[in-house]
């Protein structure tokens, strides 16, 4: 990994790196981290680096349809953020209702589709509304999918899969040995995604090096690139910094390089 992208200081960032146009990632993956850390450095609430976030999103949607991503997937609420404090939660909830409420506008003119995988059922009525009317609302656009992961777990997510798959066992209209790989795929949150399914390319902001139950299946052969600065501060340089990382990657998928 490049040290610069361990550096929170931009001033120490080398000039602008050129990016490769025939070798842009179509799926584009994000954790968004760092949050609540953002804020708390600046002496702040949590929920204030909830609401710069949203903020970042803006700025990177526009950034990421503008390098010619196909997919930005979002990792906006996992499964296991109810255990959070319920002021947290219930200001995450409201989140998307504002968000759309303001952006959707911008993502029409934009050419931009909005997407949601997740257990959107277990979500309060407000937020599936907005939710809901954003996907509507941007149906006809066919540029950048932006791809919100909102009560999203991969484990969850797979354990939904194998049960469905089972029941078609348990009916005999499959024979076990009949399951594939594709199948599986087939069966996930991701599925509507097509020919995106899998990330190319995952970004965790804040420093954090881990995965926490995001697209486990569909990251087989993804190539990750951690950052230190937290997702508030998270600017479109950082994004063509990744990407250019990306472009100096080998890509084998367990073969050998050309
Ligand atoms: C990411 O920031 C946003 C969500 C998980 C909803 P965090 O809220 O996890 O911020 P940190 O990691 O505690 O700093
Ligand atoms: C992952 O971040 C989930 C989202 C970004 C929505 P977390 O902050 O919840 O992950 P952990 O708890 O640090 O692993
Ligand atoms: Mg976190």
Known sequence: MFSWLNNNNQSEMPEKKELDPDNIPAHVAIIMDGNGRWAQKRHLPRVAGHKQGMNTVKTITKAASNLGIKVLTLYAFSTENWKRPEDEVNYLMKLPVDFFDDFVPELIANNVRVNVMGYTDQLPQKTQTAVANAIKDT???????????????????????????????????????????????????????????????????????????????????SEFVFMAPHWPEFTADLLNQAVYEYQHRKRRFGGLTK
């Open 139 to 221: 149906q006809d656009c066919d540029g950048m999918v932006l791809n919100f992961a909102l009560n999203y777990g991969s484990r969850a997510e797979i354990t939904t899969a194998v049960q469905t798959i089972a029941k078609s066992v348990q009916q005999g209209e499959l024979k076990p040995e009949d399951i594939s790989s594709e199948m599986i795929s087939a069966h996930l949150m991701t599925a509507p995604l097509g020919q995106y399914q899998d990330p190319d390319l995952v970004i965790r902001t804040s420093g954090e090096e881990r995965i926490s139950n995001f697209l486990l299946w569909q990251i087989a052969y």
